[in-house]
């Protein structure tokens, strides 16, 4: 499980920024908090919702998650000697952030141990690289690298100094010692590799195939369609064999070097039911709602049964806010999320702040000024249990609304 996330000098994000699923020491609900000895409070929070206006940044919160798992995952394997540090993307309105690293970090837990991980970048290199973790609590550095140079705890058992002359400049230890079999930290490099993530963009009817191309289609994801009025009763893929002829054009052009299909292709279709017998159509023919359901269904019920944080941009994209709420319940019962999964998503329905699973402390804001983005937590900010989060979010007690908008909209209509 996610402890906490810090990232700096990454896209709209110049200075530190750090998101925690610690719980805080709060009068609410304790029905969905996920037990947790490592952490100060006993627990953390199965998710957390982050809101703000439009280009606030808070979908760059989503990034930087996501591209610390690419850095993991890809770095050694994917990456090319001498051409720099894939992915690194720093903020651009002042000279001196291309010339400082950007910043990732993360604490989480693998069994009943914290471990901290985190690395630094410039365009050419890592520049720093670390794990730590703690068992029964004690701080045990396990690897540090700083500009080239390696040291290695007695904890951390391996071939380590071969793979240290193995890791390029521009690639992780951690993404090389796992793509060579080091035991110790595939687990951890794993634990990256179970993330999920669904960006947020209308998905079209080619994506959602594209993307479920390999996969079977859970149970649990048709159920929860039916249940949300899609019409949705059943499902099944097709799979197409080019002609010959096309064969014999998709291997001339991939002799020429060219990206070439698969001979063989797989789509979803969709079944409703139909007064004689169900009717399957293709996923293009399906609303944007119903796919991205199916897509963010898909990987949520992946993260539910492996324990793995799943992060959403735009959660309430293409959603009903009843759906949106359902989504986010799944995670906030102990009955449907038994293994302690996590959800980290950013979302505009402002319905989802008086919806009952959601603590004060699960909800957290993005807000830029001067192209800078900052998050910060809704308990930075004085309520009270009882409150309505979504009256004071729209009547800008809370920041992390259009500044300009503020002083010229007039009083919601929940305030009368």
């Known amino acids: 499980m996610l402890l906490r996330f810090v990232v700096a000098n990454h896209l709209s994000i110049r200075d ?14 304790e029905d969905g908090l996920i037990d947790c000895a490592a952490s100060p409070s006993g627990s953390v929070l199965p998710a957390i919702m982050i809101y703000g206006a439009n280009a606030s940044g808070k979908s760059n919160i989503v990034y930087a998650i996501r591209t610390m798992r690419q850095m993991v995952l890809e770095s050694h ?14 903020f651009r309105l002042d000279a001196a952030s291309a ?72 690639s992780l230890f951690l993404s090389a010692a796992a793509q060579h079999g080091h035991e110790r930290l595939t687990s951890v490099f794993s634990y990256f590799l179970k993330m999920n993530g669904v960006l947020g963009q209308t998905i079209s009817g080619s994506l ?5 191309a390999n996969d079977e289609l859970d149970q649990r994801v048709l159920d929860f369609l039916g249940e949300a009025d899609t019409g949705v009763v059943d499902y099944r893929r097709v799979v197409e064999e080019l002609s010959a002829s096309d064969r014999d054009l998709m291997h001339k052009l991939s002799a020429l070097g060219f990206r070439t299909p698969p001979e063989r292709q797989s789509r979803i279709q969709l079944a409703h039911r139909g007064s004689e017998k169900d009717v399957y159509f ?80 699960q909800v957290w804001f993005a807000e830029k000024e001067d192209g800078v983005t900052r998050t910060y937590p809704l308990t930075d900010i004085r309520t009270r249990k009882g409150d309505n989060l979504e009256r004071g979010y729209l009547q800008h007690r809370y920041g992390a609304t259009p500044r300009r908008l503020r002083t010229t909209s007039s009083a919601s209509p929940q305030s009368a």
């Not at 019920?301 to 806010?321: A, K, Q």
């Open 282 to 361: 293709e996923l293009e023919r399906e609303s944007a709602g119903t796919r991205r359901l199916l897509l963010i269904l898909t990987r949520l019920f992946e993260s539910l049964d492996s324990g793995s944080p799943l992060v959403v941009d735009e959660l309430d994209l293409s959603l009903h806010t009843e759906a949106s709420r359902a989504l986010l319940s799944l995670f906030c019962s102990p009955s449907t999320n038994p293994s302690g999964a996590q959800l980290i998503a950013t979302i505009h329905d402002t319905n989802l702040l008086v919806a009952p699973m959601l603590r004060r402390d």
């Open 77 to 90: 394997e994917a990456g090319k000697p001498a051409a720099g540090v894939a992915d690194r993307q720093h």
């Open 208 to 212: 959602a195939s594209d993307t479920l």
């Open 16 to 29: 530190r920024q750090e998101l925690s699923l610690v719980a805080s020491a709060l009068a609410d609900t």
């Open 99 to 170: 010339a400082s690293p950007s910043h990732f970090e993360m604490d989480f837990m693998l069994g009943d141990v914290r471990h901290h991980y985190g690395f630094e970048a410039t365009d050419k290199e890592f520049v720093s690289e670390w794990l730590l973790d703690y068992p029964s609590g004690r701080r045990r550095m396990l690897f540090e690298r700083d500009s080239g140079e390696f040291h290695f705890g007695r904890a951390l058992k391996g071939r380590n100094r071969i793979l240290a002359d193995l890791t390029r400049e521009n």
